[in-house]
């Protein structure tokens, strides 16, 4: 089991910055490759950025390239996303996942554990 807990969201005005972090315990990090994943009201989820399991290799949605950047810490189990330029329509819960797997995974039923989720709101 991998336990999974997102922090780092809230309200942020249009065209400002958040960082989040995904906190792992329980099995080694550095074994999995890591997703963010976003899920507005009433909408799919969605993926946003994934990262490889050393970190060297990464990949986005084509909305988040150029304003969001995914990185990770092995020795601290942690992986981050860092938005940039946030927009109104980016406002969703982002939820962190890892997946077993030697690729970049975009489909969420790849991903074999969730964290709970961070709110990320972006006022107009």
């Known amino acids: 089991q991998v336990q999974l807990v997102e922090s780092g969201g809230g309200l942020v005005q249009a065209g400002g910055s958040l960082r989040l972090s995904c906190a792992a315990s329980?099995?080694?990090?550095?074994?999995?490759?890591m997703g963010w994943f976003r899920q507005a009201p009433r909408k799919e989820r969605e993926f946003v950025a994934a990262?490889?399991?050393?970190?060297?290799?990464?990949y986005y949605a084509g909305s988040m390239k150029g304003r969001f950047t995914v990185s990770r810490d092995n020795a601290e189990n942690t992986v981050y996303l860092q938005m940039n330029n946030l927009k109104p329509e980016d406002t969703a819960v982002y939820y962190c996942?890892?997946?077993?797997?030697?690729?970049?995974?975009?489909?969420?039923?790849?991903?074999?554990?969730w964290g709970q989720g961070t709110q990320v709101t972006v006022s107009s």
């Open positions: 996942a890892a997946a077993m797997a030697r690729m970049l995974p975009t489909s969420s039923r790849e991903y074999d554990y």
């Open positions: 329980g099995r080694t990090f550095s074994n999995y490759a």
């Open positions: 990262i490889s399991r050393s970190g060297g290799s990464t």
